[in-house]
Nanobody
Framework: QVQLRESGGGLVQAGGSLRLSCVAS????????MGWYRQGPGKERELVAA???????TYAGSVKDRFIISRDNAKNTLYLQMNSLKPEDTAMYYC???????WGQGTQVTVSS
């Protein structure tokens, strides 16, 4: 099982952007589906976005048209471009291997009003 390490979180103003990165310790080429979860304070963890090896993508309705998920198998990296951020996006974001259910330690995203 590859280890996943997230980075790129931080504090931003509403309307700003962040790009999250998830670097795997090994190859992600054979992983069919990878994605990003998030969990805000007092909220359940939700799947924000997912991308398959074949290129299909899914997004939660709350982030659709604002977030973009991408993966670079050659770099063993998964990305989440987050645009037009809202305070409601404040959460810990986790990179995940959706095939196995394994995820990383997370990176905090905080959006101020």
């Amino acid at each position: 099982q590859v280890q996943l390490r997230e980075s790129g979180g931080g504090l931003v103003q509403a309307g700003g952007s962040l790009r999250l990165s998830c670097v795997a310790s090994g190859s992600i080429f054979s992983i069919n589906a990878m994605g990003w979860y998030r969990q805000g304070p007092g909220k359940e963890r939700e799947l924000v976005a997912a991308k398959s090896r074949g290129g299909t993508t899914t997004y939660a309705g709350s982030v659709k048209d604002r977030f973009i998920i991408s993966r670079d198998n050659a770099k063993n990296t998964l990305y989440l471009q987050m645009n037009s951020l809202k305070p409601e996006d404040t959460a810990m974001y986790y990179c995940a291997n959706l095939d196995s259910g394994y995820w990383g330690q997370g990176t905090q995203v905080t959006v101020s009003s």
